[in-house]
């Protein structure tokens, strides 16, 4: 940036720099720095006269969100200060150090440049008293000098320009307390209408969450009592499963003991039942009753290897742990095999005779080859 000198009454500084200000001279300075800070950027002007309110959202306890916008305010507002810091001297600077915005420097400025013209003023007023009573004393010591004229209008012409200047500062100072007044009313109005808003939001939230936390426990303790009913229950339900077992274990092994022993009889003859030849083969007791079969699964069973002895499918009869450990020979009384396949039976005894209660199978319609002659009487 080039820095033009200018010269004007002896006093040589920088066209950049802003004016100096040491205390002294503060309309002056004013006047100066008005126009310094307007050639520059009407902007910086803007910030340090009407000040910056912008939003702020709180990221965490020692940071503050902003946007572009709010950036480049913040930019202005600190160019701002650094003007003003730059144009004040070390005593000025103390008094406006602690403030962060560049309009709160600009009216404290103010402020204290209008303590130091009432403090001139009343100065003024002092030596004016002072100087009255030396008259006094002077006119009635020597009653024949007088008063020059043109140092009355001197004194009266400055003491008429100190008061319209306090005027004028009056004025200004009471529109800006009235305006600060009705923007710091309307700022806590707007602040208390949010902040009632936002408590009835949180008393609404938390009266929702009371009442779903009250269902919850009603909830609760009725699946407690619930559970304990169904405990009781259960409890009771098991003893009667475990009884129900035990039947049922008895009755399926009362009737698979049943039909084993029936599966292993032999089928005889005869109408009366006495005196018949066995049958060449044994049929078992599942074999007599009719039932009513599926055609899917006598289609497999005769596709699949199975047992005749023991029933199941997978095995042949003489690989079957069944008939080798259970089944026994009512002829000689060995497991392994039945009366059919035996060997003792078949080499010793061609024939075995049985005692068959009268109409227990009807399978020899036609009865025996033999001649029943009733007992001669004697």
Known sequence: MEAFLTVNDNVSHFVNLPPFFDGDNYSEWKVKMNSFIQSLDYDLWDIIVFGLEMPK?????????????????????????????????????????????????????????????????SLCLMAKDAFESKSDEED????????????????????????????????????????????????????????????????????????????????????????????????????????????????????????????VQRCVFGRAGLGFDEMNKVVHFNNLIDRKKDDNVVRKKNNVVSCNVYGKIGHVPSKCWYRKHVISCNFCGKNGHTSYTCWHRSCNVNVKRIWVPKGSFTTNLKGPNVVWVPKAST
Do not use: P
């Open 140 to 263: 009635s010591s020597k009653e024949g000098k007088e008063v020059n004229y043109d140092d009355f209008v001197k004194v009266v012409a400055r003491y008429t320009s100190i008061i319209s200047s306090l005027n004028t500062k009056i004025k200004c100072l009471t529109i800006e307390n009235n305006e600060l007044k009705t923007n710091a009313s309307l700022m806590n109005d707007n602040v208390s209408k949010d902040e009632i808003v936002l408590l009835k939001n949180e008393v609404n939230g938390l009266s929702k969450e009371n009442e779903s936390l009250k269902n919850e426990l009603y909830i609760v303790n009725m699946s407690l009592e619930l559970s304990t009913g169904f405990q009781d229950e259960n409890e009771k339900l098991k003893i009667e499963v475990d009884a129900l077992k035990n039947t049922f274990s008895k009755f399926s092994n009362s009737s698979d003991k049943l039909d084993r022993l029936l599966g």
């Open 57 to 121: 959202e709180s990221v965490s306890n020692s940071r503050i969100r902003y946007n572009e916008k709010e950036k480049e305010l913040l930019r202005l507002n600190a160019k701002a200060k650094h003007l003003l810091f730059c144009a004040l001297n070390s005593n000025v600077f103390d008094r406006i150090s602690s403030c962060t915005m560049a309009k709160e420097i600009w009216d404290k400025l103010e402020h204290f440049s209008g303590e130091n013209d009432v403090e001139a003023t």
